[in-house]
């Protein structure tokens, strides 16, 4: 019956976990923040914003929709092994996250490994700041390579749609939550981290440090980061001393909703143009 309701309201589902989850996150956030901002909050938010208008309302919630349609296709016309091996829902439910995911850290990790796709992804990491609305922070290019693959993976292993509708339900609303300027008890919050990311966890991955920001690339199951040794317990400058962003982008004025755009083609602004914009001296000190 829970199966048959989620397969009929799939757009209500997904769609109030992304609104939902962007609402209690930011109030959240409001009330309690983890990091007090460096940068103005209203530009921050206007240029993120306009990336979800120009990218994330097309792409981030049309192709979960469309790879919803597309496991319905792969059940009818028998693609895929979970359509060729038959599982029992309460086995292949688990399963089906589980490789989901995996695929997801897979892609995240190739997005900072592969140089071209790197382009297009450090526009998430060039944020100075670290908020709700970063999880909103993508190229419009990077989604179809990022859900073109997720659609890859649904299609040759004939996932199915309740799975599907669940695993897109769980990876936005908890891309707000560990994107969220907010954070858990510490005791609570490392003993969930053999198990699930938290916002403290991912909020390393953004660090100006090199070395801290090619780590906890885990989207849900922070298991992958244990396993493929790309875990990092604590910033060196700890969670309030760690700065945001990338070193070559310390220039809050040149990251504008044009600038972030064309950002994949240009080459990155010189040293010395950073130093010019008097934003350099506590990323070198990071970095000592």
Known sequence: MMEQW??????VVIGVSFYGMLALVAV???????????????????????LLALDNLFI???FPLLAVSLSFTAAKHG??????????????????????????????????EVPWLWRLHKIHHADLDYDVTTALR?????????LGTKMVVVASLGIHPVAVIIYEALFM???????????????????????????????IHHSIDVRESNSNFAGIFSV??????????????????????LAEYRDSRALNLPRLLV??????????????????????????
């Open 6 to 11: 989620l397969i009929n309201h799939e757009t």
């Open 28 to 50: 959240w956030e409001s009330f309690s923040p983890a990091k007090p901002p460096t940068t103005s909050t209203p530009i921050r938010w206007l240029n993120n914003f306009a």
């Open 60 to 62: 981030r919630l049309v």
């Open 79 to 112: 693609w895929g092994l979970f359509n060729l091996v038959s599982l029992p829902m309460w086995l292949m439910l688990p399963v089906s996250l589980i490789i989901l995911d995996f695929a997801a850290y897979v892609v995240h990790r190739l997005l900072h």
């Open 138 to 146: 993508f190229h419009p290019l990077e989604a179809p390579v990022t």
């Open 173 to 203: 609303g908890t891309a707000f939550i560990n994107h969220g300027n907010i954070h858990l008890p510490k005791k609570l919050d490392y003993l969930l981290r053999p198990f699930i990311v938290t916002p403290d966890m991912h909020r």
């Open 224 to 245: 992958w980061d244990h396993l493929f040794g790309t875990y990092c317990k604590d910033p060196a400058a700890g969670q309030q001393g760690m700065i945001m962003g």
């Open 263 to 288: 950002m994949p083609f240009l080459q990155p602004p010189s040293r010395i143009e950073n130093i010019q914009a008097g934003n350099t001296l506590e990323s070198d000190t990071q970095r000592s």
